[in-house]
T-cell receptor, first 112, second 113 residues
Framework: GEDVEQSLFLSVREGDSSVINCTYT??????LYWYKQEPGAGLQLLTY?????DMKQDQRLTVLLNKKDKHLSLRIADTQTGDSAIYFC????????????FGTGTKLQVIP | NAGVTQTPKFQVLKTGQSMTLQCAQD?????MYWYRQDPGMGLRLIYY???????DKGEVPNGYNVSRLNKREFSLRLESAAPSQTSVYFC????????????FGPGTRLTVL
C-alpha cells in the first residue's frame, strides 16, 4: 500500500528557516498536503500542491515537489515560536474526498 | 459554522466496557472519516464513509464499528474496549471537490485501563 515517511523531530532557532522533508511511495499521488497540529488540537491544512507543480509559495511557506524522487518538502522562513507544532505530510491520488495517507508527523521545536 | 465537533473530549474506560464516540459536521460534507493517532505512527484510518448510507473499512478497523446516522453525523463504537485502543481519535470530513481538504475535529483522548 501507500507509504508516507517523515523524520520524527526537528529543532531550529527562532528566526532561522525550517525545512521539513517527506517521501512517499505512491507514484499516482496527485494531491500532496501539509497539515499542522498544535498541542491538544486537530490537524489544520497549511498548504497543498498538485503533482503537476514543482513549487508553491504562500507567505513564509514554500513547498517543493520532486516527482522523480517522490520527495516533498516544506520550508518555513523566519521560524517563530508559534510555529512549534507537529507537521504532517499527506497524499491522495484522487483528491481530498478520497482516502488520504498521512505521514508519521515531524515535531518542530523552535528554540527562542 | 462550528465545523467538525466531537464528543466527549476525554474518556477513561475499563477493559471490556463499551462506548460510542460522536462526530458531527455542519459543512454539508459528503465524506467523513475516523482516525486514531498514536505516538510515532501518525494518523491511521479506522473507517470512512464516502457518502450518507455507506461505510468502508480503513487501515485498522478491528475492534470498531461505525454508523453514518445521517449526512451530518458519523459515530464510532468500541464494543469491548481493550488497552490497545488507548489513543487519540479524530473525526474528519471533506467535500466533493478535487481540491477539497479534510477538516478535523478537536479529538477525543481515550484511555483504556
Amino acid at each position: 500500500g501507500e507509504d508516507v515517511e517523515q523524520s520524527l523531530f526537528l529543532s531550529v532557532r527562532e528566526g532561522d528557516s525550517s525545512v521539513i522533508n517527506c517521501t512517499y511511495t505512491d507514484s499516482s499521488s496527485t494531491y500532496l498536503y501539509w497539515y499542522k497540529q498544535e498541542p491538544g488540537a486537530g490537524l489544520q491544512l497549511l498548504t497543498y500542491i498538485f503533482s503537476n507543480m514543482d513549487m508553491k509559495q504562500d507567505q513564509r511557506l514554500t513547498v517543493l515537489l520532486n516527482k522523480k524522487d517522490k520527495h516533498l518538502s516544506l520550508r518555513i522562513a523566519d521560524t517563530q515560536t508559534g510555529d512549534s507544532a507537529i507537521y504532517f505530510c499527506a497524499e491522495t491520488p484522487s483528491g481530498g474526498y478520497q482516502k488520504v495517507t498521512f505521514g508519521t508527523g515531524t515535531k518542530l521545536q523552535v528554540i527562542p | 459554522n462550528a465545523g467538525v465537533t466531537q464528543t466527549p473530549k476525554f474518556q477513561v474506560l475499563k477493559t471490556g466496557q463499551s462506548m460510542t464516540l460522536q462526530c458531527a459536521q455542519d459543512m454539508n460534507h459528503n465524506s467523513m472519516y475516523w482516525y486514531r493517532q498514536d505516538p510515532g505512527m501518525g494518523l491511521r484510518l479506522i473507517y470512512y464513509s464516502a457518502s450518507e448510507g455507506t461505510t468502508d473499512k480503513g487501515e485498522v478497523p478491528n475492534g470498531y464499528n461505525v454508523s453514518r446516522l445521517n449526512k451530518r453525523e458519523f459515530s464510532l463504537r468500541l464494543e469491548s474496549a481493550a488497552p490497545s485502543q488507548t489513543s487519540v481519535y479524530f473525526c474528519a470530513s471533506t467535500g466533493r471537490g478535487a481540491t477539497d481538504t479534510q477538516y478535523f475535529g478537536p479529538g477525543t483522548r481515550l484511555t483504556v485501563l
